[in-house]
């Protein structure tokens, strides 16, 4: 899990790349929840770990458990 300190750095990053005074290259997406950069889904915005919880639980609308 991310530090609260790297989540605070990104969105720090996030606001002045958007005012055009940092690179927009070097933003690295994040888990909304936990701030985990590997394994991020576009579409949710979540982290692979967190997907699969939510998922499960039923809170991601369209989302279904698959099996064959």
């Avoid at 996030?14 to 394994?39: D, T």
Wanted: hydrophobic share 30%.
């Amino acid at each position: 899990m991310a530090k609260k300190s790297m989540i605070a750095k990104e969105k720090q990053r996030q606001e002045l790349a958007a005012k055009g005074k940092y690179p927009k290259v070097r933003l690295r997406n994040r888990c909304s929840i936990c701030g985990r950069p590997r394994g991020y889904h576009r579409d949710f915005g979540l982290c692979r770990v967190h997907l699969r919880i939510m998922a499960h639980q039923g809170l991601l609308p369209g989302v279904t458990k698959s099996s064959w």
